[in-house]
């Protein structure tokens, strides 16, 4: 009778641990993230459709600090905000600057990155430096819709901004010779230049970023409104700053810390 009511409580006892674990993952948070796939080593897409890079695994370590369960879609630059806006998915991790034009339409975590811009021609090119002036009369590639492209139109006035949906097609027309530098992200023109592919062209220099512009760095993107989930991002930041994961991520792709300054 005793070993009868001892398994008894015991099945009980564990029906219990069950259904409180299974309520537990009922509870646990539930995000769909974005990233564009198209911006290495920041991210991109593997040949099978899977999004890796710096943005992804930084994200992922995000959702685990957070015990949050994470899905990822890939997302067109151009179409990303307004496929936030309409509730496709919940947050952004693609190397989005957190500038004044884009906060009044989203929301932002602080941020986990913060590189500066840099200006890429080719080899034989005439140009000796990144001045407005040495650039002018010439035609200067970007990508459409960032930072890069909205300080291109406002400090290189006398060029010819030409804009691109991605990075690629702008590294592929200077690599023809269809246009004289282009403009981008330091590390991802780097990156570019130190393969195959971006042998054609060098670094003529970095710039200086404008605040007003630039803004402070890359930061997580939500809907506009929803600070509780910013927030979260940016305590998770924060929490793996501080225990080494994100040095362990910045080191797979980086030889300097991506992070910027402690602001």
Same mark, same amino acid.
């Given at each position: 009778?005793?070993?009868?009511?001892?398994?008894?409580?015991?099945?009980?006892?564990?029906?219990?641990?069950?259904?409180?674990?299974?309520?537990?993952?009922?509870?646990?948070?539930?995000?769909?993230?974005?990233?564009?796939?198209?911006?290495?080593?920041?991210?991109?897409?593997?040949?099978?459709?899977?999004?890796?890079?710096?943005?992804?695994?930084?994200?992922?370590?995000l959702c685990e600090e957070m015990k949050a369960q994470c899905t990822w879609v890939s997302q067109d630059w151009d179409g990303m905000i307004p496929a936030l806006q309409a509730g496709k998915f919940d947050a952004i991790i693609a190397s989005m600057?957190?500038?004044?034009?884009?906060?009044?339409?989203?929301?932002?975590?602080?941020?986990?990155?913060?590189?500066?811009?840099?200006?890429?021609?080719?080899?034989?090119?005439?140009?000796?430096?990144?001045?407005?002036?040495?650039?002018?009369?010439?035609?200067?590639?970007?990508?459409?819709?960032?930072?890069?492209?909205?300080?291109?139109?406002?400090?290189? $006035? +006398?060029?010819? *901004? &030409?804009?691109?949906? !991605? /990075?690629?097609?702008? #590294?592929?027309?200077?690599?023809?010779?269809?246009?004289?530098?282009?403009?981008?992200?330091?590390?991802?023109?780097?990156?570019?230049?130190?393969?195959?592919?971006?042998?054609?062209?060098?670094?003529?220099?970095?710039?200086?970023?404008?605040?007003?512009?630039?803004?402070?760095? $890359? +930061?997580?993107? *939500? &809907?506009?409104?929803? !600070? /509780?989930?910013?927030? #979260?991002?940016?305590?998770?930041?924060?929490?793996?700053?501080?225990?080494?994961?994100?040095?362990?991520?910045?080191?797979?792709?980086?030889?300097?810390?991506?992070?910027?300054?402690?602001?």
């Amino acid at each position: 009778m005793r070993i009868t009511k001892r398994l008894a409580l015991a099945f009980s006892a564990a029906a219990i641990a069950f259904t409180m674990g299974a309520a537990h993952a009922e509870d646990a948070l539930k995000l769909t993230i974005a990233s564009e796939g198209a911006y290495p080593p920041f991210n991109n897409l593997t040949p099978d459709g899977k999004l890796v890079g710096f943005d992804i695994d930084i994200g992922n370590a995000l959702c685990e600090e957070m015990k949050a369960q994470c899905t990822w879609v890939s997302q067109d630059w151009d179409g990303m905000i307004p496929a936030l806006q309409a509730g496709k998915f919940d947050a952004i991790i693609a190397s989005m600057s957190i500038t004044p034009e884009r906060l009044q339409k989203v929301d932002f975590s602080k941020k986990y990155y913060n590189t500066p811009p840099g200006i890429a021609v080719p080899k034989d090119s005439d140009v000796k430096d990144i001045t407005p002036e040495a650039l002018k009369g010439k035609t200067l590639g970007v990508q459409a819709s960032t930072s890069h492209s909205n300080y291109a139109q406002s400090k290189y $006035a +006398g060029s010819e *901004v &030409k804009m691109y949906p !991605t /990075a690629d097609e702008y #590294k592929l027309d200077i690599s023809n010779g269809r246009v004289d530098a282009v403009m981008d992200d330091v590390v991802v023109l780097g990156q570019w230049l130190d393969s195959d592919a971006g042998a054609c062209c060098k670094l003529l220099g970095t710039v200086t970023p404008d605040p007003a512009i630039h803004g402070p760095g $890359a +930061g997580v993107t *939500v &809907k506009k409104g929803n !600070t /509780a989930l910013a927030d #979260k991002f940016t305590a998770a930041i924060a929490a793996i700053r501080a225990n080494g994961k994100y040095k362990e991520i910045n080191d797979k792709y980086f030889k300097i810390d991506v992070y910027g300054g402690e602001n």
